[in-house]
């Protein structure tokens, strides 16, 4: 099934939109139950092995991103976000029944293995879509507003779940909508037809897999994956750093606790909006431009934050950072779209998103040294507003146009001379993906 003229093609936004919910759902749970597991003193659990189990999760977000997103090259975008829908949403079901901390933090771990790679197979499914229409930017931003609902939903959740039945109806609670989900997503979700072209291009699959990987660091493309790790490192050291450690630099700053709590409130407030813009501005400038602004701007407004103003203006900066740091970070995802071309579109969109799982890693290490040092504000704004110039200045060495490298197979050659031609100016035909 393609969405070219197929009545399911409709289905692709919701049901990738779910699934990206209850990604962030499953991403957020420890941190809603962890203090009641170490309130409690289940499994003997302490502050170091809680930090082992939650590092476990991220390190398998990681191995799934870098493994699933060549899969999905290989057997297609709609059978591997099943699988990763269905993996994690298992594996989260049995943490509810997890013995010992060991067993929770294996589960943890599996679970991290679909959520890494659920991301960038939704993303390239919905981008691949829409492309035909002018929206893939847009279509990407708006799809990453499911995280950030299943984030709230699972605070929402945890105030009315764990005083009543327990920590473990929560994640009894986070597996529960796949037994509608994956049934909807078998039914009705179409793949990629620019997937199917580019499969049978390749020929078999040990070559499409082969292939995938080899695109990445090869000719124009080899530039274009060094400048998406690192940008991508950087912008989620920044996203995971700000949601940590925001409201305690705040504390540190003289702020009162309830105003620190109500920023990052405000931080991710703005988040979903700036999301909901940042596409449509993608979508009409070039998503090559959007996203060098959105990281300049998301740095003005992180250095804006060392200075000491009224309540009201902080709010404001806040919410403006909110805008353009998380934008900024999913943008790259979407530009990854335009610029590899669709046989190895998954994959690139799968090795960045696993390279900047390190930097999620890094950036609570970060901010953690610099509040113990004491010098998190203003030093630490600053130390992040360098890190947002970087970021631009590693995604201004991307060319705009996506280019497949040399081959030594026609078919290489073919699925690469499909590769996104990204917009030069609004009103030019946007973001035609035509694989």
Sequence with gaps: MTQTGNPHGKWVQPLCWTAVLLDGFDLVVLGVVLPVLL????????????????????????????AIGTVTDVIGRRKTLILSVAIFSLCTLLCAFAPSALIFGALRFLAGLGLGGCLPTAISLVAETNAERGRASSATTLVMTGYHAGAVLTSLLGLLLIPQLGWR???????????????????????????????AAAGSTAAAAGNAVRSLFQGKLLRATIAFWVSTFLGLVLVYGLNTWLPQIMRQAGYPL??????????????????LIAGRVADRTGVRKAVIGWFLGAAVFLALFSLRMPTLGLYLVVF?????VFSAQVLIYAYTQHIYPPHARATGLGWTAGMGRIGGITGPLLGGWLVSAGIAYPWGFYMFAVFGLLAAVAVAAVTGRGAAPEAGSAAVAEAGSAAVVEPEAPGASRGAARA
């Design 320 to 324: 403006l950072a909110g805008c353009f």
């Design 169 to 199: 109806a929560m994640f009894v609670a986070g597996a529960l909508p796949a037994l509608v989900l994956v049934p909807l997503m078998v039914r009705y979700l179409p793949e990629s037809a620019s997937f199917e072209r580019a499969r």
């Design 39 to 66: 309130g409690e003193q289940v499994w003997g659990l302490t502050a170091g092995t809680g930090a082992a189990v939650s590092t476990a999760g991220l390190v398998g977000m990681m191995i799934g991103a870098l």
């Design 258 to 275: 309830g105003d620190a709590l109500g920023l990052l409130l405000t931080l991710n407030v703005g988040a979903v909006v700036g999301l």
